[in-house]
């Protein structure tokens, strides 16, 4: 049997509703991604968080994040991000998901394990996994009966093109790679914080990258630069067999960002 993900990233909401990002209002666009992810997939086994969700970082606007959520009942994990408060993510978010339907931090069904990563590294921007959290998920893949497992995290574990993203990457990638690659049941790696659409593989290991249900970043660029696509998420169809099926929905109706506006956030 397959088993069906959302992946909604990146929404940089504020506690005021109305205020806008890059000329997006990301109250709204958050809002429409949702209603296109619950029109289109009414029916999912796991939805995961991921990082930047909210700009301000403030318990108000984590309440709103779980508050939006459509009514699928089905398991939610978080990847906190560098836009994140650790203190308003155990407080605010992590209750409201309990009370909205459940949270975790690891989910196996059939034949699939997902594990959710944090690496959240306190007054920067680019990503860090802890030595214990690389300790951690050394000991959870070493004793998963799961014939395949995916990970998740906010920042991006390989290099994707954009000189300037990559600056602001998982710093210790290399030491992420270093655990998975004792691990042949590892099928992919899940990220966001690139704002935009990525596949690739390093080695075995199956890399995507999903958009913001914001504002978009052009790739392949030097330095900041944003997209007009429309904001967006990822879905996947786990296979049985190991193979995964995924693609990007886009929403329609909202106005490019202020392509003009080249300083980063």
């Known amino acids: ?25 990301t109250y709204q666009s958050y809002k429409a991604v949702l209603a296109d992810a619950w029109q289109q997939f009414p029916d999912i086994d796991c939805l995961i968080l991921g990082g930047d969700m909210a700009q301000d970082e403030k318990p108000a606007t984590y309440a709103t994040i ?75 893949l070493s004793a998963s009966s799961a014939s395949h497992i995916l990970l998740a995290l906010h920042h991006h574990p390989i290099p994707i093109g954009s000189r300037w993203l990559d600056r602001i990457g998982l710093e210790n990638r290399d030491a992420l790679w270093a655990v998975i690659d004792q691990f042949p049941n590892v099928r992919a790696v899940m990220c966001g914080h690139i704002h935009q659409a990525f596949d690739a593989m390093h080695g075995t290991v199956r890399v995507l990258g999903t958009p913001s249900t914001a ?18 998420y990822r879905w996947l169809e786990l296979m049985e067999d190991g193979s995964i099926q995924t693609g990007i929905n886009r929403i329609s109706g909202f106005l490019p960002p202020d392509l003009n506006n080249t300083t980063p956030y």
Not at 86 to 92: F, G, Q
Not at 215 to 232: H, I, K, Y
Request: aromatic share 6%; proline share 7%.
């Open 66 to 140: 779980a508050r939006l959520l459509p009514e699928w009942q089905a398991p939610v994990m978080i990847t906190p991000g560098n836009h994140a408060s650790m203190t308003a993510l155990n407080d605010t978010l992590i209750p409201a998901l309990h009370r909205h339907s459940s949270y975790a931090d690891q989910w196996q069904q059939h034949a699939w394990q997902v594990i959710a990563l944090n690496s959240h590294q306190a007054g920067h921007i680019a990503g860090r996994l802890p030595d214990e959290a690389l300790q951690r998920l050394q000991s959870e």
């Open 215 to 232: 504002v978009q970043f052009a790739p392949a660029c030097e330095q900041f630069t944003l997209d007009a696509l429309s904001p967006g």
């Open 1 to 25: 049997m397959s088993i069906r993900l959302l992946h909604i990233s990146d929404s940089h909401l504020y506690s005021d509703p109305a205020a806008l990002l890059k000329g997006v209002c």
